[in-house]
């Protein structure tokens, strides 16, 4: 198989606390692996380490052949990524904005406006960021990930807090790109609905830990396995019922193995 980032027992430690316990991630080159967990569960810090953001307590990765740590540089050069909110210069145009960011990355003056195309912004980046609406904002965000059209992306959660037509916007979006431009694609979120509608892959996270790593397919079976209500039909509201029932279960057994 064709991986374009594997993590091998990836784990970051706070103090006494495990935020991100022995996380092994295999995503597909072209594909959009969908990261999946409850608040807390560890999304964001594993996203982090990816990007160099924070620095793994233990484990490695390898992002399209480079190996971290060593070649931390070349790995940060290949991704665009969208962590959290981002912030920008409130009183600077979104055009104006990027071309910070794209200074930055020493990258060709028209990359902005690509960019700006990609994310549907394009009659909007003369505009002041502070006048843009949250969904404007994420475009926005998302435009800075796709400056020089990355061939890897790493969005936390894009569709926080936008209404049920930005999420959509920006799903489908997102769902495009790695046929417009051949990238591939990590996208976390809390909600299976959400990211079943574009995920190839998903991986499931809960404290730290990954539950499950595999298609919508294999999530299917493997619920049925463990005696999940799951069958071949399942859609919509009862897949996410599987994935609840799963971080339930996770969560019951860590209370026992705690009293134990
Ligand atoms: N700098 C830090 N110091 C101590 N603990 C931290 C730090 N950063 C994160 N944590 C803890 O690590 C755990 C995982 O946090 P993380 O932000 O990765 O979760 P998440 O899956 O992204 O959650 P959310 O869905 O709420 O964004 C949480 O318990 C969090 O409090
Ligand atoms: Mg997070």
Redesign the pocket.
Known sequence: MDYIITTEQLT?K??N?I??NNVTLHIRKGSIYGFL????????????MLLGL?VPTKGSFTIDGRHFPEDRLAILKEIGSFI?SPSFYANLTGRENLDIIRRILGLPKDTVDDALELVGLEEFGNRLAKKYSLGMKQRLGLAGALLGRPPILIL??PTNGLDPSGIHEIRNLIKSLPSLYNCTIMI?S?MLSEIELMADDIGI?NH?RLLFEGSLDDLRRSAKQAGMSADNKLIGDQLEGVFLAMVDQDNAARKQRAQL
Request: aromatic content about 8%.
């Open positions: 970051k706070y103090k606390f935020s991100v967990g409850p608040n807390g569960a560890g999304k964001s810090t594993t996203m982090k924070t959290e936390d959660e976390s809390h996270l730290g």
